[in-house]
């Protein structure tokens, strides 16, 4: 169980670390704080403390925080005045000599460009540089952040699958269950990248010897089907059409619809009738008596209806395929990558880590390098440890022995968020460090970021005997309030609004009504709120509420558009955030087509691209006009090249400029749906 942390200074040296936080605990504050400690307890540099965070911007952000909490320090221990800081009145309690805690700290401050902040992929590049020698990593090792070597072996293999298999109609059965996973090889890595960039990951499911043979078997039965059918369909729909199973006229038409599909489709699209539909074509489900209506006969007996039952049969194992598909590929992709890596001196963040694990378990060197990073770097702290996977947590546990005095890998992570596996986390890999930690477990318990009330609502939704993470180890702790003040802060009609509101509508509704609920009552809600505001009635913190203090959360990019239409309809602004890639929008997609038309303004095929782009506002007819006018084509061409003169002659942004507010062509981007992100 965690001790409760309120203060830095309460923490006991130990070999190994771990404190646990949620949002809004003070995790950055209490890592600057370790920082402080270290440089003047352990008289350490600022390039003898490693600091280890998991993105550029937190990176960027835990230094600048360090350095600014340096500073402060300095100027309070210098003038001998804490201020009203709670750490700084404990930091002046603790330091037993000030003249030299000032030294150290200015030291610290002067040489703060040596401090060893980083990334997890930058810490393990900068080893596999500095030890190139002893690590066995190439001297012209070069960063692909693309995976150029992982496209290459996808290549091979799906150049190698397609004309292995192509030749049968049994092995084109194979390839279409490909198709269905990637149509491209960069889908198949799109679909596939966990398991080629988690190297611990496994494939599951069971998977067939040969596949080959059974899609042979799975054809033949039912070229069978497609032959009794053929031969007796007459007779096969006088027995359905008159049978008394129960509501069997009902549906009968649609799931014949199905069948007919199923049966005439000549290519692999699907190995069963939509909705399986094929069930109500079985011997199993025709003759079955608790099927029949009451007082009703037996159903006739046909050899069509059995063959149904055993073809259902049959293919009740055809996912087996795909999972041997995936196997197959994920095998064959991982070894041609294997094989290419090893050649080349290209690394990608994965191989990073991949290459620092490796060479900190080789039985010769491995123990060494780990001496010379521990010697380097003794203390070593871990921000946001519950995104830590199995590679990166045996790379701490390589160099940072359990049973070493001298040094300390102090980690400090939300176990809860330990279960977000789709970012990177893993629970298992978090339970693991936890339990190599044997004295020095911590918490904080005091969030500091949200209300009072807001506190006793998440721990009342949380708390009680049911296991809310799944995962029993990882229990819930309750938070206290760290910013009493905070209560009130918003106010409804002069009254403390509820923390948390849970919204609901009675009856079974289906995923779309669900959303439309959601949708206009979230709309709803908000217009509410503004009218209020407008009146007084709704504040936050003594100011009225306005629409940029809301924020909605949603689970798609689409959903986020949706629900922008619908406050646009009703005259409320928003803007999206999206983790979208600006050059994968289709903003720059366009931007792409029109720079192309204006620098090779003869080619044809730009011209007739950069027509379609949107930035001519041309519609369908006007498209074609300009196909075929030869006039309206030359004034076009005649524009492009004027443009291309002007690029060349002061830049692109002149040109687009002139484009932009040439012929009312920004006043057509307005009229779109979502123009502000547009333009």
Not at 103 to 123: E, K, L, P
Not at 572 to 578: E, L, M, N, R, W
């Amino acid at each position: 169980m965690s001790s409760p942390l309120n203060s830095v200074f309460k923490i006991t040296k130990s070999p190994r670390l771990i404190i646990e936080a949620s949002a809004g605990t003070g995790k950055t504050f209490t890592i600057v704080g370790l920082y402080i400690r270290l440089l003047i307890e352990e008289k350490l540099n600022v390039d003898e403390i490693l600091v280890v965070t998991f993105t550029k911007k937190a990176t960027a952000e835990l230094r600048e925080r360090i350095l600014d909490r340096l500073r402060v320090c300095y100027k309070s221990l210098k003038n001998g005045d804490p201020g009203d800081d709670p750490f700084l009145k404990e930091l002046h309690e603790w330091v037993e000599d000030h003249e030299e805690a000032v030294v150290r700290i200015s030291s610290a401050i002067h040489d703060f460009d040596d401090s060893q902040v980083y990334t997890i992929h930058g810490f393990c590049q900068k080893v596999l540089k500095e030890e190139a020698l002893i690590s066995g990593a190439s001297f012209e090792m070069e960063l692909d952040q693309a995976d150029t070597l992982l496209h290459h072996a996808a290549e091979d293999f799906w150049r190698v699958f397609i004309d292995s298999y192509s030749s049968t109609e049994a092995g084109q059965h194979y390839i279409s269950k490909l198709m269905k996973i990637g149509k491209t090889p960069s889908e198949l890595i799109n679909k596939l990248y966990p398991m080629f960039g988690k190297p611990y990951a496994l494939t599951e499911g069971e998977v067939m010897d040969d596949p080959i043979q059974y899609l042979k078997s799975l054809q033949e039965f039912k070229q069978q089907l497609v032959d009794a059918w053929g031969n007796g369909n007459g007779d096969i729909l006088s027995i359905l059409e008159d049978c008394d199973v129960q509501r069997y006229a009902q549906h009968f038409e649609t799931r014949l619809n199905k069948l007919n599909a199923f049966l005439t489709d000549t290519g692999y699209s699907s190995d069963e009738p939509e909705d399986g539909a094929l069930k109500y074509f079985t011997g199993e489900y025709l003759y079955n008596e608790d099927n029949i209506i009451k007082n009703g006969k037996p159903t006739p007996e046909h050899p069509f209806f059995d063959l149904c039952e055993r073809y259902k049969e049959l293919v009740e194992r055809v996912n087996i395929v795909s999972n041997s598909v995936i196997k197959e590929a994920v095998e064959d992709i991982k070894s041609r990558r294997e094989k290419l890596i090893s050649n080349s001196s290209i690394v990608t963040y994965d191989d990073l880590l991949i290459k620092l694990k490796d060479a900190l378990e080789d039985e010769i060197s491995g123990k060494s390098l780990a001496t010379i990073l521990r010697k380097k770097y003794p203390f070593a702290l871990v921000d946001e440890f519950q995104d830590t996977d199995p590679i990166q947590y045996s790379i701490f546990d390589d160099i940072y022995p359990r049973d070493n005095t001298n040094t300390s890998l102090m980690m400090i992570g939300d176990p809860k968020q330990a279960i977000y596996a789709f970012r990177g986390a893993d629970v298992y890999t978090y339970i693991q460090a936890r339990k190599a930690v044997s004295g020095g477990k911590y918490s904080l318990g005091k969030n500091y970021r949200s209300t009072p009330k807001l506190i006793e609502a998440v721990n009342t939704l949380f708390d009680g005997d049911h296991v809310p993470f799944i995962e029993g180890e990882i229990d819930f702790v309750k938070s206290k309030h760290g910013l009493p003040e905070l209560a009130g802060s918003f106010l409804l009609d002069g009254k403390e609004e509820p923390p948390m509101k849970i919204f609901y509508s009675e009856g079974i509704y289906n995923k779309d009504l669900s959303k439309e609920y959601a949708f206009r009552g979230t709309v709803g809600q908000i217009v509410e709120l503004l009218k209020k505001s407008n009146k007084g009635e709704a504040q936050i913190k003594g100011k009225n509420l306005v629409a940029g203090d809301m924020a909605i959360l949603v689970s798609s990019h689409d959903d986020a558009e949706e629900i922008k239409k619908m406050l646009k309809s009703v005259g409320i602004g928003a803007v999206t955030y999206s983790r979208e890639k600006v050059f994968e929008s289709f903003e720059a997609k366009r931007l792409n087509l029109l720079m192309q038309a204006v620098l090779e303004p003869t080619k044809r095929q730009h011209v007739q691209n950069v027509l379609v782009s949107g930035f001519f506002g041309l519609n369908l007819n006007q498209i074609h006009q300009y196909q075929t006018d030869e006039e309206m084509r030359q004034s076009l061409l005649d524009e492009l090249m004027g443009l291309n003169e002007l690029w060349h002659a002061e830049g692109f942004y002149p040109m687009f400029r002139k484009l932009m507010f040439s012929n009312s062509r920004l006043h057509n981007f307005t009229s779109l749906e979502n123009s502000e992100r547009i333009i």
